[in-house]
């Protein structure tokens, strides 16, 4: 079965079924393979939350992958994730999913805000986990994506909450929204709206070759964020002389990239394989002042 079709029979099983696709998705997960902690408080209002998940079986301090979810910033819960943090203890890291807060009740840059008071939580408290805070990793799709990419690019919102740009070691973002124009999206054009300058909200302005290298996927297929954003901040980090590099899925669409982090759907793309060739790339702190 091609991706294509194989993203389409997904596609039409979640249709039909009286399931959420993310439901379906974590009943198919075994969870011998790691421990969690929920409900783990970084910040004041209840949506300042987060799980921690670490394998089971480890020897010495692991990197460390901050997830954020999508949901056009208007939804999304930690615990519809479990999935992805599979996925990531699957390859001895620490992985950490965070909630925040969300449209209405908010509007830019505060998901971005909470994502630092999460970032700061991590670098403070990951060591109890086993966790190496020297090895910090930020991922996330679509929305999530966009917020690990403001925080990579833009270091004011880490600066404000006393995290030096450099505790970031690498980013790796699924079809995320960094080159739009808000004004011209109608779907998130209200979280948006007051912003005296729109660009403020665009993670490709903040480029300037000195942000933690990057892994830009995409799937070729997406007509929900369109490829342009991937390819254009791609260009954009490696023109400023910084690291970056994109992979375009063939026949992969919006959501399929993100089911493809499910053990069952990994066929759809090698998001995992590249996502932990690069991390497991990166050289470590030690290694780089040697």
Known sequence: MTHRRLSMFFATLFALSACSPLTILNATINEDGFTVRSGIRFGPDVRHALD???PKQRSGPLPVVVFFYGGNWRGGERADYLFAADALTSRGYVAIVPDYRLFPDVRFPAFVEDGAKAVRWVLDHVADFGGDPDRLYLMGHSAGAHIAAM?????????AVG???NRIRGTIVLAGPYAFTPSRTASVAPIFAHLADENAARPIVFVDGDEAPMLLLHGEDDDTV????TVDLSKA???AGGSARHIIY???????ILFALARPFRGIAPVLSDAAAFIDGQRSPAAVAQ
Do not use: C, I, M, Q
Not at 151 to 159: I, V
Not at 226 to 229: A, G, K, Q
Not at 250 to 256: A, C
């Open 52 to 54: 921690v998940y670490v």
């Open 163 to 165: 995290v030096p740009g």
């Open 226 to 229: 369109f490829v342009f954003n």
């Open 151 to 159: 925080l990579t690019l833009d270091e004011s919102y880490l600066a």
């Open 237 to 239: 980090v490696r023109d």
């Open 250 to 256: 063939p026949d992969v669409g919006h959501l399929g």
